[in-house]
């Protein structure tokens, strides 16, 4: 069973989590401007929910599956339970006892365990096979999908299947731009709750540069930017120039006015202060690159004899 489609939501640790964390299945799927395979998704989980004992949710990192997640928590018989989230790999070192197994167990990034962690989990999900449906269930998240990282073998096959016989795929930001308008408002609202200002709003020309941006960090990178642009904000509205995008950063462009990189020194040669051999390596250095560049260590550079 394939799925499509989400935002974003927290941790079982009690800590108060980032407002993107908290913008709860229910309150998106309410949002009439959203996505139509957003709601197919949500469809779907309502008919899986009440009768889930294992599935996966695929997508990009900050992209909803957390939130997908709790929605489904939410209509299952187990939702009066604790939502128990846990890093795939410290929770099968610490806590995946399949005898103990029980309540509503998320599983985040099963796509980076290895060859032990694997054979652990589908250790687990045997076990879980030959209980009674309604004590346990547990959701694992990849940020890639399970079965084409079991056709290139970085995956066990039968791990692969079991865990994608129900399948979410939860789809990028870029790919539902209608849900960035009524996002950014509810995110809005809950990082000004937050801070304990008064309501902020998008200026214009502030949400068509939140439309444009392609968003690699998904609903995360969304959060963030938001954030910062509450900072920034006068007058109770968010300007475009408020809204520090990553395509406005050039990668590997050294920040405004930051001091310059400290210059490698070569090493001193112990031969004598102006040895050929040394002079004749820069020299040649020099005319490849422009700058003098050192890569070996100054052992391994030859030199004369003494």
Not at 232 to 239: F, L, T
């Amino acid at each position: 069973m394939a799925m499509h489609t989400a935002p974003q939501i927290q941790s079982s640790a009690p800590v108060s989590d980032p407002p993107h964390l908290e913008l709860e299945a229910q309150v998106v799927a309410q949002m009439v401007r959203i996505n139509s395979g957003w709601r197919k998704l949500l469809l779907q989980a309502e008919v899986v929910a009440p009768h889930l004992q294992l599935a996966s949710i695929e997508g990009e990192n900050g992209s909803g599956k957390q939130t997908l997640a709790r929605f489904l928590h939410s209509r299952s018989p187990l939702s009066k339970s604790t939502f128990q989230r846990h890093d795939a790999r410290e929770w099968l070192v610490t806590e995946a006892d399949p005898a103990m197994l029980a309540g509503f167990i998320y599983l985040d990034r099963v796509d980076l365990l290895a060859s032990p962690g694997q054979g652990l989990l589908l250790g687990v999900l045997k076990a879980m096979q030959d209980r009674p449906p309604g004590r346990a269930v547990l959701l694992a998240s990849s940020e890639v999908s399970l079965r084409q990282m079991a056709g290139q073998g970085l995956l066990m096959p039968d791990l692969a299947f079991r865990l994608t016989a129900v399948r979410f795929a939860v789809p990028p930001l870029r790919q539902r731009r209608e849900d960035i308008a009524p996002l950014a408002q509810e995110l809005l609202s809950r990082i000004c709750a937050r801070y304990q200002q008064r309501p902020v709003t998008l200026g214009p020309g502030a949400l068509a540069r939140l439309l444009q941006h392609n968003w690699p960090g998904n609903i995360r990178e969304l959060a963030s930017v938001l954030e910062a642009a509450l900072l920034e904000a006068a007058n109770g509205m968010i300007r475009p120039e408020d809204l520090l995008l990553t395509s406005d950063i050039e990668i590997g462009k050294p920040a405004q006015n930051a001091p310059p990189p400290p210059r490698e020194s070569r090493p001193r040669c112990r031969h004598s202060q102006s040895c050929a051999t040394c002079a004749r390596d820069q020299s040649r250095e020099q005319a490849a690159s422009g700058t003098p560049t050192w890569h070996q260590p100054f052992d391994a550079l030859p030199h004369p004899r003494e």
